[in-house]
């Protein structure tokens, strides 16, 4: 049980630590919430929860059906394609952005992350790695100093992260993809640009590639609904 603090931002609290277990994958895609269940988990009121919900249906994270109440949000292989292309568009305006604003800070900064995913893996910490693999690519957006263009990413970003850490999940693909994110690191410090943005254009494409076979292989076992359980929470 985690009970929150007491304070004058409950509703903060609840959407963080809902938000944080969706990521994480401690709910599953389309699992039932209850609020119910999460208010006494969380050890408030009903009323920050359900606030709660809403701040995190506007973020992506929750679908909310009347009269049938909240649910993780869920994705079948259409929609993980259309999410990544939108992600592909963003990602590569957000990369050339920074490279005109800043790109000794990016060349920095993805070195920095870059060194800490490689601790992650030869650690074995999975989750971490996923985590700095996320914030590899907020760096961009940080960096392009356009309010807008975050904001439009922000729509999507959680939604990419909670993939990031269901679908990729075999050791080898952390691999594959920690090649891609040294050499794109090499790439900006050694000044090669034209070809960091393109092997970030590959890069979220073999991503895409690798989310749309889980998904797939989700939805051809029939494990993608998972709105008739009556699971709400997870303890």
Same mark, same amino acid.
């Given at each position: ?6 304070g ?6 609840? !959407?963080?630590?809902? &938000?944080?277990?969706?990521v ?9 919430l209850?609020e119910i ?14 606030e ?7 973020q ?8 049938r ?5 869920d ?7 259309k999410?990544?292309?939108? &992600?592909?568009?963003?990602?590569l305006?957000?990369m ?17 992350? !870059? ?23 907020m ?5 392009a ?7 439009a ?6 939604? !990419?992260?909670?993939l ?47 989310y ?10 029939g494990?993608?609904?998972?709105r ?6 997870r &303890?």
């Amino acid at each position: 049980m985690s009970t929150l603090d007491r304070g004058p931002s409950l509703t903060d609290q609840a !959407v963080q630590q809902i &938000r944080d277990r969706i990521v994480r994958g401690e709910f599953q895609l389309g699992e039932p919430l209850s609020e119910i269940a999460l208010a006494t988990e969380l050890g408030v009121s009903k009323t920050p929860v359900r606030e709660a919900l809403m701040v995190l249906k506007r973020q992506g994270l929750i679908e909310v059906h009347p009269q049938r109440g909240s649910f993780v949000f869920d994705m079948d292989a259409k929609q993980v394609r259309k999410l990544s292309e939108l &992600r592909e568009v963003l990602e590569l305006a957000a990369m050339r952005m920074a490279l005109a604003n800043d790109r000794q800070a990016l060349a920095r900064q993805w070195t920095d992350v !870059v060194g800490k995913m490689r601790k992650a893996l030869d650690a074995d910490d999975a989750e971490l790695y996923r985590t700095l693999d996320g914030g590899f690519h907020m760096v961009l957006f940080e960096l392009a100093d356009n309010a807008y263009l975050l904001e439009a990413y922000e729509l999507i970003a959680f939604r !990419v992260q909670a993939l990031r850490n269901r679908l990729s999940l075999a050791p080898s693909l952390n691999a594959s993809s920690f090649e891609d994110h040294l050499r794109l690191a090499e790439l900006i410090a050694g000044g090669k640009d034209g070809d960091a943005i393109d092997l970030m254009g590959r890069h979220i494409a073999t991503t895409r590639e690798h989310y749309l076979a889980a998904a797939k292989a989700r939805d051809a076992e029939g494990t993608a609904p998972t709105r008739g359980r009556r699971r709400a929470t997870r &303890r």
